[in-house]
């Protein structure tokens, strides 16, 4: 599912607009999955066995539900390059037409 919508949400991306219900969903499915592994976590270190796995994966889905939320609210707008790679796509394409 989450491939799913990141593979929409890409699409929308490269055609220079946004897809904000794909984020949306995505950020959903990240909060639920970490829920989850948070709370199988949490009742594994109740018993002192502590499912280090399970961290792990709610570490990982918190991390991407903080991405998709500064995604959503900060994130940049689509065909808005930094003048770094602006810069770095122009000499790319200098050198390989051998023009200036």
Same mark, same amino acid.
């Given at each position: 599912m989450l491939a799913l #919508?990141?593979? $929409?949400?890409?699409?929308?991306?490269? &055609?220079g607009h946004l897809c904000k219900p794909a984020t949306t969903a995505s950020l959903a499915v990240a909060? %639920? $999955?970490g829920a989850v592994? *948070? &709370? &199988?976590f949490s009742a594994a270190a109740a018993q002192l066995q502590g499912d280090?796995? +399970? +961290? +792990?994966?709610?570490a990982l889905?918190?991390?991407m539900a903080a991405f998709?939320? *500064? %995604?959503? +609210? #900060?994130?940049p707008a689509?065909?808005? &390059?930094p003048p770094a790679a602006v810069a770095a796509a122009a000499a790319k394409k200098t050198t390989a037409t051998?023009?200036?």
């Open positions: #919508l990141s593979y $929409v949400s890409l699409q929308y991306y490269r &055609r909060l %639920s $999955v592994f *948070w &709370r &199988r280090h796995l +399970a +961290a +792990a994966f709610a889905s918190a991390a998709y939320a *500064w %995604s959503l +609210a #900060l994130g689509p065909g808005k &390059r051998g023009k200036e």
